[in-house]
């Protein structure tokens, strides 16, 4: 069996924890260490994570785009949410799925300042759903490793 990548990452942090970091009298070695290991494991934790994190923010900014280019009115903005709604990575590579992403989000940006600045009932009911997609998109990036 071949390990995993989260696998190795998370074994080379415990090992540092467990075993290199007692080891050590210097203070600044020990918190050096104690951050190479906090940084192992959270490569680990985002290695395991990270397409399924960023397909997720993917799938509901679509989501979004395609139930707000059926409300907006006429229009350029319309035009890109109803692009966006159709908007796929082009692989799920990590660096496809972020140039994906963050082309995604620049449009949600742009499309939840009109909402906001918009008091029908419509917009109003779009502003809570970006507002949940926002929430749930950082609960889906905290690291169960963090210290904090």
């Not at 109003?124 to 169960?144: N, P, V």
Request: glycine letters at 4%; charged letters at 25%.
């Amino acid at each position: 069996m071949n390990p995993t990548v989260n696998d190795v990452l998370g074994a080379l942090s415990g090992h540092l924890f467990s075993e290199v970091l007692p080891l050590l009298s210097a203070s600044y070695a020990q918190a050096d260490t104690m951050m190479a290991a906090l940084l192992l494991a959270g490569a680990a934790e985002e290695y395991g994570r990270a397409a399924e994190v960023r397909s997720a923010d993917i799938r509901e900014m679509r989501e979004l785009f395609a139930e707000a280019a059926r409300r907006l009115p006429p229009g350029a903005l319309r035009d890109r949410v109803a692009a966006a709604a159709a908007h796929e990575a082009k692989s799920l590579r990590i660096a496809d799925l972020d140039a994906c992403r963050d082309e995604l989000a620049g449009t949600l940006i742009a499309l939840h300042g009109t909402v906001e600045a918009t008091r029908e009932t419509w917009a109003c009911e779009l502003d809570a759903r970006i507002w949940q997609h926002l929430r749930a998109s950082t609960q889906r990036r905290a690291m169960a490793t963090s210290p904090f």
